[in-house]
């Protein structure tokens, strides 16, 4: 049923006209500036959907906050805030004069650990070893001298000198002391070094390896480069700043890498599947709408202000250069099902009337009331499944007081 809204200027024929139709009046003709906001009924592609909030947020490795892994001064900043760099550039140099001489120092050590190790492995030389044989033989010759020259004393018919024959016993025990040494000498030469031995020559090399490398990486870690590619987010130190062992120099961001991240109220969680399509608008970008896709269902939840939440993450198909940043709000449609063409309206322009859902529909300067029937809702519009026809115009603002609604 229409109930008709009539336009008129004189009270007394619109209290003669209403009366017997049954219609609604006005009180006053409306001013010439009053304006109604209508839009027209179209087809427009409408699905079963949800609204969330969310937040843009850098997509896992996207952010990097690079930091000193050396104690040292800030001798140089390569780099400024909003500058862009890539993977590899140097964003900031300590000061490594002290860094070259302990390399130059350890590479020393380890030389002289390797020069070490090469005499222990060759062991005892040709001539050494000759020579020790030698001297051995010659003691073995003054030991049989010496015992020839006692037996002889002792063997003498006459009488025999006890002092000549003392003297030769104490000659003859020196040398068979010098027999004794020669042979321990050779044994030690034919056997200079034990395999003990080798394995601390080794050993050392091992340490001085270790500690050529650890100077070199020190020294490495005098220039600072970017891990990835991106633009300077911030700068945290300056020139002359004495930082330690992981103190934060400057935090990279891969503008390119951006996500939303939605919290999805645990009465909705169960609607949400990979790969639904999302529309986002992002509120400090009136003008801009992104499409994206659900990526990640959390099954963590979050609790805030009592409710259950589940972080939901959305990744966009494309993003604007140079003005979607961390940490901007964002309204998201999730459609629940693939969208299709219907007849829908605005949401604005459904209202409670008395007996069910109504829209008002304008029509050369008159509005009328129109019942519907109405199906789903997304993306700010609902689907028309009758009282409207495509190309209609409805009201979607307030009426002003001249209009009787």
Partial sequence: MKKRIIIISTILLLAVAAYPLGMHVFSKSPPLNDEVKTAKAEYREVGASILASGTVRPDTGAQVTVTARISGSVAEIHVQPGGAVKAGDLLVTLDAEGLAFKVEKARLSLRAA??????????????????ARINLHLAEKKKDEAAARVAELSE????????????????????????????QQLSLVENKFSALDVEQAELKVKQATSDLAEARSQQEAASITAPIEGVVAAVHTYSGENVGSGGKLITILNPGRLIIEALIDETEIGSIRLGQYVVCKIDAL?????????????????IESGIVFYPVIITLDGIPQNVLFPDMSADLTVYLEERQEVLSVPFQAVRQGDGGQIVIIEESGEFYEVGVSTGRRSGGYVEILSGVKAGESVVTGELPLAYRK
Wanted: charged share 35%; proline share 2%; glycine share 4%.
């Fill in 114 to 131: 390797e020069i070490q190790l090469e005499e222990i492995r060759r062991g005892a030389r040709t001539e050494e070893i000759e020579r």
């Fill in 156 to 183: 003498r018919e006459e009488g025999v000198d006890i002092q000549q024959l003392s003297a030769a016993i104490k000659e003859l025990e020196n040398a068979e002391a010098q027999v004794l040494l020669a042979i």
């Fill in 286 to 302: 009136s003008s801009e709408i992104l499409d994206g896709r659900v990526t990640v269902i959390s099954p963590l939840a979050r």
